[in-house]
């Protein structure tokens, strides 16, 4: 299986912090946050990464190169421009292939175990959801006792839960999708096709989209290293 993280977004919420330096690079805990994701991804046995830049990409391939001194081999899918997420997937599906492959956004963290999402979802995406975070109370999209991702509750067992930015998507979610499509509408047309399932984390994660966030969380692994 491949993964694909995203890192090619201008980290507009993260300024003065992405001024010079692309999100995916700011540091916490001692590490960068890719790196925390390549390992994670390393530990599940998946090595064949593709990463999107735009702004200030260079500064994340001279980095990482072609990923050999983190056991991976890395693709770079190159946009210039930054695409909106689901058209920068698309852009990326002749290095991604055929069969379904992970996503990551570059701009969260967690201590989820990649090994745990299925290699062969039954859908066309199953989403990873987490609890909602404090800056985000109501949530994303509603998960069912059967595993089914909705947009709208199907009934009142189902749980309003947010999108943790991990999934496993087949690569017919994007084929038809132009370069200015977001992900979410894409999720959200497909969730309506009966074509969505997911699985809820309930480890650690944060969405790094403040500074405040990110020193937050640079004090948290510092405290537990």
Same mark, same amino acid.
């Given at each position: 299986?491949?993964?694909?993280?995203?890192?090619?977004?201008? !980290?507009?919420?993260?300024? %003065?912090?992405? #001024?010079? /330096?692309?999100?995916?690079?700011?540091?916490?805990?001692?590490?960068?946050?890719? +790196?925390?994701?390549?390992?994670?991804?390393?530990?599940?046995?998946?090595?064949?990464?593709?990463? $999107? /830049?735009?702004?200030?990409?260079?500064?994340? +391939?001279?980095?990482?190169?072609?990923?050999?001194?983190? !056991?991976?081999?890395?693709?770079?899918?190159?946009?210039?421009?930054?695409?909106? &997420?689901?058209?920068?997937?698309?852009?990326?599906? %002749?290095?991604? !292939?055929?069969?379904?492959?992970?996503?990551?956004?570059?701009?969260?963290?967690? *201590?989820? *175990?990649?090994?745990?999402?299925?290699? &062969? %979802?039954?859908?066309?995406?199953?989403?990873?959801?987490? +609890?909602?975070? %404090?800056?985000?109370?109501?949530?994303?999209?509603?998960?069912? #006792? $059967?595993?089914?991702?909705?947009?709208?509750?199907? *009934?009142?067992?189902?749980?309003?839960?947010?999108?943790?930015?991990? @999934?496993?998507?087949?690569?017919?979610?994007?084929?038809?999708?132009? *370069?200015?499509?977001?992900?979410?509408?894409?999720?959200?047309?497909?969730?309506?096709?009966?074509?969505? /399932?997911?699985?809820?984390?309930?480890?650690?994660?944060?969405?790094? @989209?403040?500074?405040?966030?990110?020193?937050?969380?640079?004090?948290?692994?510092?405290?537990?290293?």
């Amino acid at each position: 299986m491949k993964a694909m993280i995203l890192a090619a977004g201008l !980290g507009t919420r993260m300024r %003065p912090l992405t #001024d010079h /330096t692309p999100k995916p690079l700011l540091r916490a805990g001692g590490k960068t946050l890719i +790196e925390y994701h390549i390992d994670a991804l390393v530990r599940a046995g998946i090595r064949d990464l593709v990463i $999107n /830049t735009a702004w200030l990409g260079e500064q994340i +391939e001279a980095a990482l190169g072609d990923g050999r001194e983190h !056991g991976v081999h890395i693709q770079w899918s190159r946009e210039g421009q930054p695409l909106e &997420t689901a058209g920068g997937i698309r852009r990326a599906l %002749p290095l991604l !292939g055929e069969a379904p492959f992970v996503v990551v956004n570059g701009d969260i963290w967690t *201590d989820f *175990d990649f090994a745990d999402l299925p290699q &062969t %979802p039954s859908a066309e995406a199953h989403l990873l959801l987490v +609890e909602n975070p %404090p800056q985000h109370p109501h949530g994303d999209f509603w998960l069912a #006792d $059967n595993q089914q991702v909705h947009d709208e509750a199907p *009934d009142v067992s189902a749980r309003r839960l947010t999108f943790s930015g991990i @999934g496993v998507y087949h690569p017919a979610l994007f084929a038809r999708c132009p *370069d200015e499509a977001r992900l979410a509408p894409l999720l959200r047309d497909a969730m309506a096709q009966g074509a969505v /399932t997911g699985s809820v984390h309930r480890g650690r994660w944060y969405d790094i @989209g403040t500074p405040a966030r990110l020193a937050a969380l640079d004090q948290q692994l510092k405290e537990t290293s």
